[in-house]
């Protein structure tokens, strides 16, 4: 079973609307939870970094959140953009310097 | 500051041959890892180096791949008499210190024939 659980696996949505991805974790202990969004063809890019006493962290139109008593972590997407569309990955980070990859969500941005 | 640069950015072997990609780190990161990501899948650990010393490759196959990160000059990942089954995208990430701080490249994608 995979560590890091992201849901769902894909997701449409018309421009400017709102959208919230999941990620549970069994991961314990760890150090921080990162989301990443990496376009097709590129390299993840990081959005936010959370540590395990953090509840909330935004980014621009990119809000992260954190739950460490049930593992949760979501990242909603306000007024979404075309360029939106992408894989978002939620990384959590145990106390090592290995980073533990969720399979990410696929999301698609449509005018 | 280029970031952390890979190259090539694609790369076709044919079975058997040797493949050998390079990452060069963020100026002043001395951590180097790399990953591999299979069409539709995430992206699977495989090496995490420091200079001239590997400090764990649990994730790499113990037959055909070996990492370097020489003193001078870039990391190198080679992969010898490669298989259709290795045909991913291979991905490299530098840090100054530990895991925070992470930058990833873009990229290398191997196609094997």
């Known amino acids: 079973k995979n560590q890091v659980e992201q849901s769902p696996q894909s997701l449409i949505i018309l421009e400017g609307k709102n959208c919230t991805l999941q990620?549970?974790?069994?991961?314990?202990?760890?150090?921080?939870l990162r989301w990443y969004k990496q376009d097709t063809g590129r390299g993840p890019v990081s959005l936010t970094i959370?540590?395990?006493?953090?509840n909330t962290k935004s980014n621009g139109r990119y809000t992260a959140t954190l739950d460490a008593d049930t593992k949760q972590s979501s990242l909603h997407i306000t007024a979404s953009q075309l360029s939106d569309s992408a894989s978002y990955i939620c990384?959590?980070?145990?106390?090592?310097?290995?980073?533990?990859f969720g399979t990410g969500t696929r999301l698609q941005v449509f005018p | 500051n280029a970031g952390v640069m890979q190259n090539p950015r694609h790369l076709v072997r044919r079975r058997g041959q040797e493949a050998r990609l390079r990452c060069s780190p963020m100026?002043?990161?001395?951590?180097v890892y790399w990953y591999r990501q299979l069409p539709e899948e995430g992206l699977k650990f495989m090496v995490y180096?420091?200079?001239?010393?590997?400090?764990?490759e649990s994730g790499m196959p113990k037959e055909r791949f070996s990492a370097e990160f020489p003193k001078e000059g870039p990391s190198i990942l080679r992969i010898q008499q490669v298989v259709r089954g290795d045909s991913a995208a291979y991905f490299c990430?530098?840090?100054?210190?530990?895991?925070?701080?992470?930058?990833f490249g873009s990229g290398t994608r191997l196609t094997v024939v």
């Open positions: 959370m540590t395990f006493s953090e």
């Open positions: 990384v959590v980070i145990p106390n090592t310097d290995k980073l533990i």
């Open positions: 990430a530098s840090s100054p210190e530990g895991a925070y701080g992470y930058t």
């Open positions: 180096l420091q200079k001239e010393n590997i400090i764990d």
């Open positions: 990620c549970n974790y069994t991961v314990s202990p760890f150090s921080n």
């Open positions: 100026k002043g990161h001395s951590h």
